[in-house]
């Protein structure tokens, strides 16, 4: 039997995401695990595949950037010494 590497996190009552351990795209789904919007962890940016409310927008995007802040890359990291 394989074990699910994907984790799930509860954002607020109406939205939660899922996270693939290796993958560093994250999707975000409603209450009833529609996809509502895909967050790149590289990047920072969520991309929105449905209408939500502008406030729920900024909220589920506050809460994406604080828990899955972006990570400078190995190059960036080394041009930056």
């Known amino acids: 039997m394989q074990q699910s590497t994907t984790q799930r996190y509860v954002i607020n009552a109406s939205f939660h995401c899922l996270r693939d351990k290796q993958d560093s795209l994250i999707r975000v789904m409603n209450a009833d695990s529609y996809l ?4 790149s962890a590289n990047t920072g940016v969520a991309k929105w ?7 729920q927008r900024d909220s589920v995007e506050r809460w994406l950037n604080e828990h899955f802040p972006v990570q400078k890359s190995a190059a960036a990291r080394a041009a930056s010494r």
């Open 36 to 39: 509502m919007a895909e967050y």
């Open 49 to 55: 595949q449905r209408v939500v409310a502008v406030a």
